[in-house]
């Protein structure tokens, strides 16, 4: 069956643009996670989302970030004014309930913020 | 340009030889742990869990160590080939709870 997706694979935009970054979770999975990766680190948690609710939102970096889900399935991540620091790869993993279960990772979108 | 960011551990080994793995993780509460193959330019991937109440856990070639006295946790892999080198993260979760907390990760390197 398909996987986690994300789109689009990879965006270049100008400092103070807004941007949209999407996730289509594997169906039927009602946890999805955004993380985001810098060069060379590691994942950080930004969100996750249980259904269409967002319990845990104390990763996102800062008031220019947001993220909604509807339907319980695909997911957006809004980066508003970007900035340089926000150049990092997005990834985004669903699972079918809880954090104990597999996150499923998607390809991630690689953002290029000039 | 894009910032250069911390550079990750770097293990490298030999073909055939074996590879151990190390992590620290963060939560004294965390019961469940998983680690996590990420490969260059895709998202990581899925390859062994523990629970807290085993100290030991076997997989194909794979095995992972629990040590919750102090918060340690490794990835054995044995006769590495060249399909493992990647960059491998430990990540932690307290059963129940949604969240996961990610390691900083290690890139392992197979020397042919």
């Known amino acids: 069956g398909a996987g986690v997706s994300q789109s689009p694979s990879n965006k270049v935009t100008e400092k103070g643009k807004d941007v949209e970054l999407r996730c289509d979770p594997i169906?039927?999975?009602?946890?999805l996670y955004w993380y985001r990766q810098s060069l060379g680190q590691g994942l950080e948690f930004l969100i996750y989302?249980?259904?269409?609710?967002?319990?845990?939102k104390s990763g996102l970096p800062s008031d220019r970030f947001s993220a909604e889900r509807t339907g319980g399935s695909v997911s957006t991540l809004t980066i508003q004014r970007t900035q340089q620091e926000d150049s990092a790869v997005y990834l985004c993993?669903?699972?079918?309930?809880?954090?104990?279960?597999?996150?499923?990772f998607g390809p991630g979108t690689r953002l290029t913020v000039l | 340009g894009e910032s250069v960011g911390l550079h990750l551990p770097t293990l490298s080994v030999q073909e055939g030889d074996n590879s151990i793995i190390n992590c620290a993780y963060s939560n004294s509460a965390s019961d469940y742990f998983i680690w996590y193959k990420q490969e260059s330019g895709k998202g990581p991937q899925f390859i062994i869990d523990i629970r807290s109440n085993m100290d030991k856990r076997q997989g194909q070639r794979v095995t992972v160590l629990l040590n919750k006295t102090v918060k340690h946790l490794s990835l054995q892999i044995a006769a590495t080939q060249p399909g493992d080198s990647a960059v491998y993260f430990c990540a932690e979760n307290i059963m129940g709870y949604q969240k996961v907390t990610f390691g900083t990760g290690t890139k392992l390197q197979v020397i042919p």
């Open positions: 989302f249980q259904g269409n609710s967002a319990p845990d």
């Open positions: 169906s039927g999975h009602t946890a």
């Open positions: 993993a669903s699972s079918p309930r809880s954090g104990t279960d597999t996150q499923y």
